[in-house]
């Protein structure tokens, strides 16, 4: 159905038609219409009298469909003019009577229709009722269901490519911005991880730590990735999880006797794809809300399953005593607000972020349908 929506549009556009092609549609569908409406006359007309009559609902049908359609309508919608779209209406409306009351007074000067006939009598009606017919419900109702017949189809045609057009066209912009959106939140991942590990590998080197060179080493591995895989739509799951033991063993360099760090994964995650960095702030601040300045030994427990295309990614970590006397939410930074809306973009209905938060625990709990991904937003 899509596809055929696009071939219309792409035909016959809303916009950007040339002007040739907009004339030999057009031609086309009053050829048409002449055609139907000269095979649909009742019988005992004679071929010239067909082709007359033919022409006449032709006509007719040009002045019913083209003065609302293109100038009345649109002005509709404006409030300066609204009313000049009225008068236009009106104005349609006389000419195509003043129209069949030329052709019907033609008819039956030269009896074209069958004489005594229920036709006739309906022609002879509507020309005895002259120009104050025009002002009679029954002739306005009439006349109403007869441009009903004699428009609907050109009409369908006009509007159903404005709703095609208004349909595709937003749906392209919802998509530009939402690509823009997830762009803007995958940029900020960057500097909000760089600025992270800078603050540490800085307390290393002010307190002496003899590993802070190492420390920046491993930095410089983790940015090579950032920088040659965070802007690709998807990578290899087994590529993040390499990444994120390569964090971990860059926090564990940091200070392998504050948090006791254990990271399990299981099932087949060889031929899986992931957005790049979806779960790394997760970590972060894990990292962030266990660290302790005292005595007290923080614990995060990282556990990847992957069952099918379906991982569900489970990261808890005690709370440290600053986080725990300043009241701090753990789920409340930026980083895990970014993450949030990338996975809405993502991984729209085929994701489950749950957060579950106690005096000394915080856990998230994320599944994620690794098939499902929206790469029009990635």
């Not at 017949?149 to 208004?166: D, E, G």
């Not at 909000?192 to 290393?204: D, W």
């Not at 569900?312 to 970590?317: L, V």
Request: glycine fraction near 4%.
């Amino acid at each position: 159905m899509q596809k055929l929506m696009d071939w219309y549009l792409r035909f016959y556009p809303t916009v950007g038609t040339p002007p040739s092609r907009r004339v030999k549609i057009h031609i086309c569908y009053w050829l048409f219409y002449f055609v139907f409406s000269y095979f649909s006359l009742i019988n005992g007309l004679t071929p010239v009298d067909r082709i007359f009559i033919s022409l006449h609902l032709v006509l007719l049908g040009v002045i019913l469909y083209y003065i609302p359609a293109y100038f009345a309508f649109p002005l509709l919608f404006t409030k300066k003019q609204f009313y000049i779209g009225i008068l236009l209406f009106v104005l349609t409306y006389v000419l195509q009577h003043l129209e069949k009351l030329g052709f019907n007074t033609f008819i039956l000067k030269y009896n074209i229709h069958p004489p005594n006939g229920f036709t006739n009598e309906n022609v002879q009606e509507f020309v005895d009722a002259g120009l104050q017919g025009m002002l009679g419900p029954k002739n306005i109702f009439r006349e109403i269901y007869f441009a009903s017949q004699a428009i609907m189809i050109p009409f369908f045609l006009k509007f159903s490519r404005m709703l095609l057009y208004n349909s595709v066209n937003n749906k392209k912009i919802m998509l530009e911005k939402n690509k823009v959106e997830v762009d803007y939140l995958r940029s900020q991942i960057n500097p909000h991880f760089l600025l992270n590990t800078i603050n540490n590998i800085y307390s290393q080197i002010i307190t002496n730590d003899n590993t802070a060179p190492d420390s920046i080493i491993a930095l410089s591995d983790l940015m090579k990735y950032l920088l040659h895989k965070a802007k690709e739509p998807s990578i290899s799951l087994e590529q993040e999880i390499n990444f994120i033991e390569s964090y971990l063993s860059w926090e564990k360099l940091k200070d392998s006797q504050k948090n006791n760090i254990h990271f399990s994964k299981t099932g087949n995650y060889q031929n899986l794809q992931i957005a790049p960095l979806i779960l790394i702030n997760f970590i972060e601040n894990a990292f962030k809300h266990a660290d302790s300045n005292e005595s007290k030994v923080g614990n995060i427990d990282i556990q990847m399953i992957v069952k099918d295309d379906i991982l569900e990614f489970i990261i808890e970590n005690t709370k440290s005593n600053d986080t725990i006397n300043s009241g701090q939410k753990s789920k409340g930074g930026l980083g895990l607000k970014n993450v949030a809306q990338r996975l809405n973009l993502l991984y729209p209905q085929n994701h489950q972020l749950l957060f579950k938060e106690t005096d000394d625990y915080f856990t998230v709990n994320l599944t994620i349908n690794l098939n499902k991904i929206n790469l029009q937003h990635a």
